[in-house]
């Protein structure tokens, strides 16, 4: 039987940011390419986006969904939404967390 049981998000990942209630963070033990997670209420629902980059610039952004129940359409919109809007700054704390060991930045939205 397989073990259902999912640790509270704070527990196993760094917190970006939380966005109309969608909390964006990635694994502490992360792989290219960089990506973040994005899950609403608590981890019943989630999506992940990857941040494809080539010589410094954003390439294209692809989503998908990683729970059995995806995103409802108004919150895979605020997600997308986000990222897009957001992924320099998701690229600059892929780098400052995995590879150089330094604190998230975490965004003040207004």
Request: a positive charge; proline letters at 5%.
């Amino acid at each position: 039987m397989e073990n259902s049981f999912c640790l509270p998000l704070s527990a196993m990942t760094p917190l970006l940011d939380t966005y109309k209630g969608i909390s964006i963070s990635f694994y502490s033990n992360e792989h290219d390419p960089i990506h973040v997670h994005g899950y609403y209420q608590g981890r019943m629902m989630g999506m992940k986006a990857e941040i494809h980059i080539k010589e410094g610039k954003v390439q294209k952004i692809i989503f998908k969904n990683i729970t059995k129940k995806p995103l409802p359409a108004r919150q895979k919109r605020d997600f997308e939404t986000y990222i897009n809007k957001n992924a320099d700054s998701i690229i600059e704390n892929w780098i400052n967390y995995h590879i150089l060991h330094k604190p998230i930045i975490k965004r003040k939205n207004k």
